[in-house]
């Protein structure tokens, strides 16, 4: 008999590889060429007024600075592993950009709203994976309630309640760790849409 001793939701999936690679490419790219953000970043007047609509998938490719997508990459591969284990590679690929851009039509929508915290979003510029992956966190806490429903174990509500609680500051806290602002709308955007699409399919 033998024994191990594991960390995390496992190896790194199929697409995990290539999302993950994609924006550790990018990140490099950034440090080259900083200008990037200026035109791949999600800019909401941009998108209204220019009709930069590019914007709304290539804003989660980007990053503002070493720890922000250290700290995206970890919760993709801690959220993303089991899902794409359970839904397939194809269905784990379509959700991750079909929750990344619906994050960056709700920010977009949002900035269009009558509060000075709304406006000041139009001319900002909005990067990262966090609308995505806060997409993927939805799904997660979906699937785990729906599990809990008709298996509760100590061990399950634990989990679901150690993870939401270790999550939800990321989820709501307004800075990186560089010290940039993080838009909560997209990170808020991202979980209800993740949260809708799980529990509607």
Not at 1 to 12: C, K, M, T
């Amino acid at each position: 008999s033998g024994s191990a001793i594991s960390f995390g939701p496992g190896p790194l999936s199929p697409a995990l590889k290539v999302l993950i690679g994609a924006n550790v490419v990018v990140f490099l790219a950034q440090q080259v060429s900083p200008a990037l953000a200026w035109t791949f970043g999600l800019m909401p007047s941009a998108v209204l007024g220019e009709f930069h609509v590019w914007q709304l998938g290539t804003y989660m490719f980007l990053h503002g600075g070493l720890f922000h997508v250290l700290f995206n990459m970890l919760a993709l591969w801690m959220f993303g592993t089991e899902l794409e284990r359970i839904w397939g590679t194809r269905y784990f690929v379509r959700f991750y950009f079909v929750t990344g851009i619906g994050a960056a039509i709700l920010t977009v929508l949002f900035s269009l709203l009558p509060f000075p915290v709304a406006r000041q979003l139009q001319h900002a510029i909005i990067i990262g994976a966090s609308g995505a992956i806060s997409g993927l966190f939805g799904a997660w806490l979906v699937d785990r309630v729906g599990r809990l429903r008709r298996r509760r174990t100590r061990r399950d509500v634990v989990r679901v309640v150690g993870i939401g609680l270790l999550y939800l500051p990321a989820l709501l806290n307004p800075t990186t760790p560089e010290g940039g602002r993080i838009s909560v709308a997209a990170h808020v955007g991202g979980l209800i849409a993740g949260a809708l699409l799980t529990w509607g399919f």
